[in-house]
């Protein structure tokens, strides 16, 4: 599911961080959705956190001083997928 527009897919090493980065990001009241990895960066299953490009400059502070830096990122517009530097 998207947000309406570019959306940032952010990817994290294991259940337990993807876990704790979606109850921080809940009890910080910062938008984002939970989504399935999308099979087109990493057929594995697994969850991941989706949010709206322009709201990376809030959400990627919050994860990294809580220590929920993700493995990697990716840019989504519509059906296409890009790697996106995690920098903020």
């Not at 090493?13 to 910080?28: C, P, R, Y």
């Not at 999308?38 to 809030?58: M, R, T, W």
């Not at 959400?59 to 059906?79: C, K, M, Q």
């Amino acid at each position: 599911m998207a947000l309406g527009g570019p959306d940032i897919i952010l990817i994290f090493a294991s259940n337990t961080e993807i876990l704790n980065a979606e109850d921080l990001l809940e009890e910080k009241g910062l938008p984002f959705i939970l989504v399935p990895v999308p099979k087109e960066v990493n057929p594995n299953c697994g969850l991941a956190i989706s949010l709206a490009e322009n709201d990376h400059d809030l959400i990627l502070p919050v994860l990294e001083a809580a220590g929920l830096r993700p493995s990697s990122a990716y840019r989504r517009h519509g059906d296409d997928f890009s790697p996106w530097r995690l920098e903020h």
